[in-house]
């Protein structure tokens, strides 16, 4: 085996027949490696970016720092050895694959934690759905997507489980959060147990399961060019399921999805109750790959797809408009008038300009944006949220100057946001009074820690995705060497805590799996940056419908 233990050299290639393949190693300008595999983008080439590079005069693609911010500069000597296979790369393997879960003797996920010295397992030896995404793509980026197939499957599988909370059933289309498999040496039989939320903190149902499901199943379809996966009876209900949890008519007003706390990575109350940007950036990106993986040969699904269309419309002129915050419209609502009626009322949701948070205005950069956390009547939540803005990105939600702009701010306040540890989930951390009504005093929420400003290293593996796509990837080399630097010797915990994200998280897990993957796939993506196919959209140009007057609009 050539290379570090555990990875493979292999050659794929994509054969998604109404896809372009492009020779994207052209990003890379690094004649030593071979790159063998290609893959393919949805719409366009990310040969755009090669070309702003020549415009530039660089010959030197390590050495390039947008706006001439020369304190991104990579080293001579770093960038040479930028791409040799780093010491714990082996290592990060090897955990990845003792972190592997097996049913019936197939491998069907990994668990989110082999911490042998934690006192308590809790559900740390389950396969979470969330968790199980960046161990997924790692092994696809290798060449193992069987495991993949068999996660997707088994899990769709469970999809089928009739779900209570008490005496209350949940809808048809809920994915679990994790599933347990349990051993009867014995009886030589293996149990699957799943939890839909019965038994998680809070009782809340995982909204994002089923988003990163669809996500995952298009990214093994991309990888692996097998469209029997998706096209299947089986799939394309499971993808129908979810989608109807998500499209049913109700109440809503907006088009964005109404969400309880802690129904997503931030699984503990933490005050994005409402219509929180994480949700809102999955919910986007699920809908357009199911868009993509929807078959249409039936009424029902061009009935399905129509609605996709009609909400991704509807979605996206949504976040854009009002979700996005940048030097001018902080500015905006800073002057906004209240009590405003009528269709043409400036401030539709009628917030306050006295309840923005001070720290904003010195946070925010002249150059440079971001989604804020969540926008209900009244209420905005100004704090900054990686894994949203990241997916946005990756999703084409954001625009590609909206894109830039994230990059820009992530660049320009690169102490709060990544420190000495990336990323930070949140910004900043809430605490005192504030604290205490928002979290419930929560002791594992305190500021700085968990997901209350806390660094998480498996979110490097979104920054770096965002950072190839917008064509910087110097802003990735620099937090991988960051990680690289403390990692390995800590044990691979699961979050740092502290406003630099200097210390191991206080209750952090040791031998976090998805730290492991996030880290192994931002390098094998910043090595081939081809990989990004697998988990990137192209901003689609039809996503800009002609803006009408509304039927409702009296002259």
Request: aromatic share 10%; proline share 5%; glycine share 6%.
């Amino acid at each position: 085996m050539d290379g570090p233990v555990g990875i493979r050299k292999i050659s794929s290639h994509c054969s998604i027949s109404e896809m372009d393949d492009f020779d994207l190693s052209r990003l890379l300008d690094k004649p030593r490696l071979n790159i063998e595999r290609q893959r393919s983008f949805d719409e366009r080439s990310l040969s755009e970016l090669s070309i702003g590079f020549a415009r530039a005069g660089l010959d030197n693609y390590d050495n390039f720092s947008p706006g001439g911010r020369s304190g991104f500069n990579t080293p001579a000597s770093s960038a040479r050895n930028s791409f040799e296979p780093h010491p714990m790369v082996a290592d990060a393997w090897e955990s990845l694959r003792k972190s592997l879960v097996y049913f019936k003797g197939q491998p069907v996920g990994t668990i989110a934690a082999v911490d042998h010295q934690a006192e308590e397992v809790l559900n740390y030896d389950q396969v979470f759905v969330r968790d199980f995404v960046p161990s997924a793509l790692a092994f696809l980026m290798n060449g193992e997507p069987e495991i993949v197939k068999n996660f997707l499957l088994k899990t769709l599988h469970l999809q089928g489980w009739e779900k209570r909370v008490d005496r209350f059933k949940l809808g048809e289309g809920v994915m679990p959060a994790s599933f347990k498999v349990l051993h009867d040496a014995v009886r030589k039989t293996d149990t699957i147990i799943a939890d839909f939320g019965e038994s998680a903190i809070g009782r809340v149902a995982p909204v994002d399961s089923g988003f990163w499901w669809i996500i995952l199943l298009r990214a093994y379809t991309k990888s692996t060019g097998d469209l029997t996966l998706s096209e299947s009876e089986n799939c394309q209900k499971g993808m129908k399921l979810i989608l109807t949890l998500c499209l049913s008519e109700g109440f809503d007003t907006f088009p964005t999805l109404l969400c309880a706390d802690g129904c997503s990575m931030i699984d503990r109350r933490m005050g994005i109750y409402g219509y929180p940007i994480e949700i809102q950036a999955l919910f986007f990106m699920a809908l357009r790959c199911a868009l993509s993986m929807l078959k249409q040969d039936t009424a029902e699904g061009k009935e399905c797809v129509e609605r996709v269309v009609k909400r991704l419309h509807a979605l996206s002129f949504h976040m854009r408009s009002y979700f996005w915050l940048d030097f001018q419209q902080l500015n905006d609502i800073y002057r906004y008038k209240t009590e405003e009626y009528s269709h043409t009322a400036v401030n539709k949701f009628n917030v306050i300009p006295d309840s923005i948070p001070d720290w904003v205005f010195d946070f925010m950069p002249t150059r440079g944006g971001y989604f804020i956390g969540n926008v209900s009547p009244a209420r905005m939540d100004f704090r900054w949220f990686a894994l949203g803005n990241c997916v946005a990105i990756l999703s084409s939600l954001a625009t590609p100057e909206q894109s830039m702009a994230i990059m820009d701010l992530i660049e320009a306040r690169w102490d709060e946001l990544v420190g000495e540890m990336p990323l930070k989930i949140s910004y900043p951390a809430i605490e005192s009074h504030e604290w205490r009504i928002v979290t419930g005093c929560d002791p594992k929420n305190t500021r700085w820690s968990y997901h209350n400003g806390g660094s998480w290293p498996v979110l490097l593996w979104l920054v770096t995705a965002a950072c190839i796509k917008t064509g910087r990837p110097q802003i990735a080399r620099r937090a991988i060497e960051l990680a690289e630097s403390r990692l390995l010797k800590d044990g691979w915990p699961e979050y740092y805590d502290g406003k630099l994200g200097r210390y191991i998280g206080k209750q952090a897990r040791k031998y976090q799996t998805w730290s492991i993957a996030g880290y192994l796939v931002a390098k094998m993506m910043l090595e081939d940056p081809s990989h990004l196919g697998m988990i990137s959209l192209e901003e689609d140009k039809q996503m800009k419908p002609v803006i009408k007057r509304s039927s409702s609009w009296t002259c």
